[in-house]
């Protein structure tokens, strides 16, 4: 079946550091992959997503590029603010699977200090 | 922008009532989901439909009904609840057509307490 590992949390970081955020998956099929964040009190949105083998997400300066060969997605960002704390999600949907159900993983929570 | 608007935020029963946890999304997706989020163990999906009266077991689908007469509507039933049926419940809907390459919009969360 399809799996997704992320790097265990907590992170803490200082502001403008380099964030990254690891994230490995198993999957049957062909996946796109996905990164979900969520806000302390909020429901889960989406922040990036990558459908095919070498594309590359990006959103509000966080960047994944799809590494089939590595069955990877790993979350980078170059200089984290305060704002960004939040925990993130890492995420596949397959294309085979009945709609559009997505495995995700444990989620790392990252706390960014000023 | 898609709404996903949860009944309550938190909510408080007791061992053995029924508690009703329902869902409506506003942009006539096709697709909705009932996850529960407990810390260390992610999302876990509980049930999902892809279609009015349509559902189908998720990961833990123990100890929780579901329905969908209305395809804005998603209900997640707990017949009888119980303390270890505490946690953080998320819902989420997605449109039909190409199910890898669709997002999921998610609900601010119901955070159930068991006593």
């Known amino acids: 079946g399809n799996s997704v590992t992320q790097m265990e949390g907590p992170v803490t970081l200082s502001e403008e550091a380099f964030l990254t955020i690891n994230c490995t998956y198993t999957?049957?099929?062909?996946?796109?992959l996905f990164w979900y964040v969520q806000y302390p009190g909020e429901g889960l949105q989406l922040l990036l997503k990558?459908?095919?083998?070498?594309d590359k997400g990006s959103n509000k300066g966080f960047e994944a590029t799809y590494r089939k060969e590595t069955t990877s997605f790993h979350l980078e960002k170059g200089s984290v603010q305060v704002s960004d704390s939040a925990v993130y999600f890492c995420?596949?949907?397959?294309?085979?699977?009945?709609?559009?159900?997505?495995?995700f993983g444990d989620g790392t929570t990252l706390t960014v200090k000023p | 922008d898609v709404k996903v608007t949860q009944s309550s935020r938190y909510l408080v029963k007791r061992t053995g009532e029924k508690v009703f946890l329902e869902c409506v999304q506003d942009?006539?997706?096709?697709?909705m989901f009932w996850y529960r989020q407990d810390p260390g163990l992610g999302l876990r999906l509980i049930y999902f439909s892809y279609d009015v009266k349509m559902k189908e077991k998720g990961d833990i689908p123990e100890g929780y009904s579901v329905s969908r007469e209305k395809k804005e509507r998603f209900s997640l039933i707990l017949e009888s609840a119980s303390t270890n049926q505490t946690s953080m419940y998320l819902c989420?809907?997605?449109?039909?057509?190409?199910?890898?390459?669709?997002?999921?919009?998610f609900g601010p969360g119901t955070r159930l307490l068991v006593l």
């Open positions: 999957a049957t099929g062909y996946p796109s």
């Open positions: 942009m006539d997706h096709e697709n």
């Open positions: 995420a596949l949907s397959d294309q085979w699977s009945n709609a559009g159900k997505s495995t």
């Open positions: 989420a809907s997605s449109p039909a057509g190409t199910g890898a390459l669709e997002t999921q919009y």
């Open positions: 990558a459908t095919k083998a070498d």
